[in-house]
């Protein structure tokens, strides 16, 4: 369909088209830091998904262009019922959402009805409706600390990153074994390697990545995390390891310092781009503002169970919520 698509639009200028079609819809663009850079370039904010879908329920707008993935734009939707939200592509899907389907999940709970289910940003809705608290990578170790040790925890669908919660909070959370596809393509013996090329140069990791990677290094958070500790960490080379598309950011911000992507297996591979996010192209977006389509759509029933596992995530980023409140929703 892609090529199709192109040779229809060929003699369009996309950029202005997409600028006046912004204008006459009244929608905002968000874009992933794992877009492209020509996407994060024309969008009004990059970032974070919850970041980006709260920022926009707080604009006027009347339809949101969402550049990024479908779980991202379904909590878009979840958060701005009010508003249209389309997505360029919505093949657009998360390794994560895949491995985690809502009818296993839900079987997966009943086994453990002793367990609260702590639930990564990183899945469908209806999986978010059947979570008592939902986290993102920036807030998780916030969450968490939170939660008295002697409940028992369910966390999906990342077990990476649970993994890495467990060992750091001395917890046994009980891991659902979904794994980020783009995160866990990196190599090892290729960073090593990297490591002694550039000896001094941190390493930056997202702690979706295996414990092989994280062990390596010096910091481990989310991405707008990984991209502020590119903003201050003293040096003047920084290896990254996350989706590359980041470093498009960090090379703005930072032009004098020097960014460096971890390798893959065989040490120069497009393993670690996001198939998915690669799928939203300029082409795309156009379209999907011209026709507003494709479109989210929740159920409203399941929209406001979903919201309510995001709104206890948010009471409790914020500690507004005590141990006491921490039931199963």
């Known amino acids: 369909m892609t090529a199709p698509v192109r040779e229809s639009l060929s003699g369009l200028d996309l950029r202005a088209e997409i600028d006046r079609l912004r204008k006459e819809r009244n929608a905002v663009i968000l874009a992933h830091y794992y877009q492209k850079p020509e996407i994060q370039d024309l969008a009004d904010f990059v970032g974070d998904s919850l970041e980006l879908s709260r920022k926009a329920a707080e604009t006027d707008a009347d339809v949101i262009a969402f550049c ?37 999940f839900a079987r997966f709970r009943a086994q453990h009805p002793d367990h609260i289910a ?28 939170q ?44 960073l090593l390697k990297l490591k002694a090329q550039h000896p001094g140069a941190p390493v930056a990791a997202h702690p979706e990545c295996p414990p092989h990677i994280v062990d390596h290094a010096d910091y481990v958070g989310s991405t707008s995390g990984i991209l502020q500790f590119a903003k201050t960490f003293p040096g003047d080379t920084l290896i990254v390891a996350t989706e590359p598309h980041i470093i498009h950011q960090m090379e703005k911000a930072l032009p004098e310092k020097n960014f ?17 996010m690669a799928l939203n192209t300029m082409e795309k977006l156009y379209i999907a503002l011209r026709d507003l389509e494709p479109r989210i759509e929740l159920d409203e029933e399941l929209r406001l169970a979903a919201k309510k596992s995001l709104d206890r995530m948010l009471e409790m980023a914020s500690g507004t919520v005590g141990k006491g409140d921490l039931g199963r929703a």
Not at 118 to 145: F, M, P, Q
Not at 166 to 174: D, I, Q, S, V
């Open 118 to 145: 702590l639930t990564y940003i990183n899945c469908s809705a209806a999986v978010k409706a059947l979570s008592d608290i939902i986290v993102t990578s920036s807030s998780a170790e916030t969450i968490i600390g």
């Open 260 to 276: 460096i992507g971890a390798p893959g297996a065989d040490g120069n591979c497009n393993c670690n781009i996001c198939p998915y």
């Open 68 to 104: 990024g993935v479908k779980f991202m734009a379904e909590t878009a939707k979840i958060l701005s019922p009010e508003k249209i939200v389309v997505l360029p592509d919505m093949d657009a899907g998360c390794s994560l959402e895949d491995s985690c389907p809502p009818e296993q």
């Open 147 to 190: 939660i008295p040790e002697d409940q028992k925890i369910i966390f999906g669908p990342d077990r990476h990153l649970g993994g890495y919660l467990n060992r750091k909070f001395g917890r046994e959370m009980l891991l659902w074994p979904g794994v980020c596809i783009v995160h866990e393509a990196f190599s090892e013996t290729e």
